[in-house]
């Protein structure tokens, strides 16, 4: 699975943006997908997660309420939608496929398929 990203850009502090994720080619089905974010001199960090068949989500603690995973099958999408934006929060973030297992994978290493990763930049 190729996976590509989109939508990120530059944002004010207190500002939303919403990233998506899409396969290159054939479909989501059977996968976990989730999105990690990484801040220069960093590591990778896991923001959030979505089971692509029944829509079950698991976030870090570090963006609950503010962030929010989904996906759309008919559109063979999934989101990121991020509201109320911090400077903390500029990183590239990536987004990433997992097979379906009973348990929510929140390593990078975890994760089998990756995005080119998008830019983020909070600031005034």
């Known amino acids: 699975v190729r996976l590509v990203e989109s939508g990120g850009g530059l944002v004010e502090p207190g500002g939303s943006l919403r990233l998506s994720c899409t396969p290159s080619e054939g479909t989501f089905r059977g996968y976990v997908l989730g999105w990690f974010r990484q801040a220069p001199g960093k590591v990778r960090d896991f923001v959030g997660a979505?089971?692509?068949?029944?829509?079950?989500?698991r976030y870090a603690d570090a963006i609950k309420g503010r962030f929010t995973v989904s996906r759309d099958n008919a559109k063979n999408t999934v989101w990121l939608q991020m509201t109320s934006l911090k400077p903390d929060d500029t990183a590239v973030y990536y987004c990433?496929?997992?097979?379906?297992?009973?348990?929510?994978?929140?390593?990078?290493?975890?994760?089998?398929?990756w995005g080119q990763g998008t830019k983020v930049t909070v600031s005034s």
């Open positions: 979505v089971s692509w068949s029944v829509g079950a989500t």
């Open positions: 990433a496929a997992t097979p379906l297992t009973n348990d929510w994978r929140t390593r990078p290493e975890e994760y089998d398929y």
